[in-house]
């Protein structure tokens, strides 16, 4: 409906949205009247491994937006000053881009920090669609094979099942680490380093008003993220978990 509409500016919320509407630098999206109407993306991962674009600073195309993720060194900085680990579990979808990303840098940092990475992926479907079928057996492997923290990855899907993963890492006292607010405020995560979104979308919001107004062109307007993250501590799964806050004395 898009090309029909002809809007002067799409907002996207997520990765397979703003995939779904711009498509990647390699193949976009095959509606040519697309392609000359700005898009500002919000809570998009990693845009570059996503393919969405290739340099964060000079956008190629109509694609520009913010990254809603706090860099994972400072995730994993705060997760271990809180409880520090050697096996850092991790449940992901294979079908979305941002978990494969992440993954492989979580990977990456267990090689250079000789911590254990224990990534167990969500089982697929018969149309290739992840599916919550064997889920407490994977929560059971994580735990029984030493996972001090499970770390849930910015995946849209993973957030729509918050409300069964949660119960069974807790039964296992296994704590839940959160990439995201969402994962705060509806998967009931012990802490986190997160962007608000609210924030995010401010941000989003005045690059929409710059292209909108004139006063800057998609090429002049870099992807960024914010400047300024969050510390959110779950209390009562705190309590429940008997892992308080590692606060001086």
């Known amino acids: ?5 002809a809007p002067d500016l799409i907002y996207t919320w997520g990765t397979p949205v703003t995939l779904a509407v711009a498509g990647t630098l390699a193949n976009p999206n095959p509606l040519k009247e ?7 993306f919000a809570l998009v991962a ?6 969405i674009v290739r340099d964060l600073n000079a956008p190629e195309r109509n694609v520009t937006g913010c990254i809603h993720i706090v860099p994972l060194e400072r995730q994993l900085q705060h997760m271990r000053s809180y409880q520090d680990f050697s096996k850092l579990g991790v449940l ?10 992440i993954v492989q840098s979580l990977r990456q940092y267990g090689q250079t920090q000789n911590k254990e990475i224990l ?4 089982q697929l479907d018969a149309n290739g669609k992840p599916s919550t079928q064997g889920l407490q057996d994977m929560i059971e492997r994580l735990h029984q094979d030493g996972a001090q923290w499970l770390y849930l990855p910015p995946d849209t899907y993973l957030g729509t099942i918050y ?4 119960p069974l890492a807790i039964a296992r006292r296994l704590p839940l680490f959160a990439s995201t607010e969402l994962a705060m405020r509806t998967g009931n995560a ?8 609210f924030s995010v979308g401010q941000l989003a919001g005045v690059k929409a ?4 107004l004139g006063r800057k062109t998609v090429a002049q307007t870099p992807v960024e993220s914010l400047k300024r993250f969050s510390i959110m501590v779950n209390m009562q799964m705190a309590q429940q978990l008997e892992l308080y806050p590692p606060l001086p004395v």
């Open 1 to 5: 409906e898009l090309p029909a509409l």
């Open 34 to 40: 697309l392609h000359d109407i700005p898009v500002v």
């Open 46 to 51: 990693d845009p570059v491994g996503a393919g």
């Open 92 to 101: 992901y979808n294979p079908a979305e881009a941002n978990s494969q990303a």
């Open 119 to 122: 990534a167990t992926s969500l």
């Open 163 to 166: 409300d069964q993963i949660t």
């Open 190 to 197: 012990l802490t986190g380093v997160v962007s608000r979104y």
């Open 209 to 212: 008003a710059d292209l909108l």
